[in-house]
């Protein structure tokens, strides 16, 4: 998977059928992480699926200045929830 580079703005994270409240949990992860943004993304399917994720996916924004230290913090969140949940899905802006 493609990694973060210094000033890329923003991504959209996507992680297929993982649930509100664990999205939550990544959001609130990497919230502490120096000027990381992040905001849940609404589900935009007409249909109701069960197994389905009630979130479509996450926004990160960077900061202008992602020092090593803070983009490896990054990396090993996003990677942690992967190997725990699900493979995730990267969409940079």
């Not at 890329?8 to 939550?24: C, F, K, N, V, W």
């Not at 990160?60 to 990396?75: C, G, W």
């Not at 929830?81 to 940079?92: K, L, T």
Request: glycine residues 6%.
């Amino acid at each position: 998977m493609p990694q973060i580079t210094t000033g890329q703005g923003r991504e959209q994270i996507t992680y297929p059928g993982l649930p509100l409240a664990i999205y939550r949990e990544v959001a609130a992860h990497l919230r502490q992480v120096a000027g990381i943004k992040t905001e849940l993304i609404s589900q935009d399917s007409q249909e109701f699926d069960y197994n389905q994720s009630q979130i479509g996916g996450l926004w990160i924004e960077y900061p202008t200045h992602l020092n090593d230290r803070d983009r490896a913090l990054v990396e090993a969140i996003l990677s942690y929830y992967a190997c725990r949940y699900v493979a995730y899905q990267r969409h940079f802006s």
